[in-house]
């Protein structure tokens, strides 16, 4: 890779990081949404949004749903911007 190649990839990254980035609101509505009654009864329990912290900082705007289905099953649901 060229250098000119190089700096224009880091240019594009620095575009998008400034560009916002919705995944807390996208992971409200889902918890929102898995929160609601469930007429199946399938859903158990529903966690509150865990943030991607390492060493009390946060490292990316990744969002994680914990949800346990009736049968005691555990999912993960991730919001993560691409």
């Known amino acids: 890779m060229h250098?000119?190649?190089?700096?224009?990839q880091l240019e594009e990254q620095q575009q998008l990081q400034a560009l916002p980035a919705y995944c807390d609101y996208l992971a409200s509505v889902c918890r929102k949404a898995l929160n609601?009654?469930?007429?199946?009864?399938?859903i158990m329990g529903v966690s509150g949004i865990k943030h991607h912290v390492v060493a009390d900082k946060l490292v990316s705007y990744t969002k994680r749903i914990n949800v346990i289905d009736f049968q005691g099953r555990h999912y993960k649901i991730t919001v993560e911007a691409l």
Not at 3 to 8: F, L, P
Not at 36 to 42: F, L, N, Q, V, Y
């Open 3 to 8: 250098d000119w190649e190089h700096q224009q």
């Open 36 to 42: 609601a009654p469930d007429p199946e009864g399938i």
